[in-house]
């Protein structure tokens, strides 16, 4: 089984000059909690709704003058679509991360996997818990 069949794709993004007032408006509307960053219609990185609140919010940084590009992880972990799902679930292991952006060839967004997704999707559901558990651990 491939990322592209369990991905969720259509994913909202936002542009790296956002504010982060903008940002936590998106992932609210969308109920979601990941972002991936875009400049120039590539990605330039990704926030999440923790990244807002520890390097924005805690920092005492004003929402509505930051920056999506001042907060955003630009060494984002990513795989192709066509990537195997195991390999995936290693990788997502091995950097403790519970969403991975899914960029085609061409540097353009094609999805998130997520382990929500992989809980939801995957037959054999025994997998999404142990990459859950692996990326849980404070190994």
């Known amino acids: ?47 999440t709704d923790r990244d807002i609140v520890i390097r924005a919010i805690a920092a005492r940084k004003n929402p509505r003058a930051t920056r999506i590009r001042e907060i955003a992880t630009t060494d984002y972990i990513g795989c192709r679509p066509d990537a195997a799902l195991g390999d995936v679930n290693q990788l997502m292991a091995k950097h403790k991360i519970r969403r991975l952006l899914i960029v085609d060839a061409k540097g353009q967004v094609s999805g998130v996997l997520s382990l ?22 404070d190994d």
């Open 1 to 47: 089984m491939n990322v592209k069949d369990v991905m969720t794709s259509g994913v909202v993004s936002i542009g790296a000059d956002a504010s982060v007032e903008q940002a936590a408006a998106e992932m609210k509307d969308h109920n979601i909690g990941f972002l991936p960053v875009l400049s120039e219609n590539k990605v330039f990185g990704v926030v």
């Open 116 to 137: 929500g997704d992989m809980a939801t999707r995957v037959q054999g559901k025994e997998l999404a818990g142990a990459v859950m558990s692996d990326v849980c651990s």
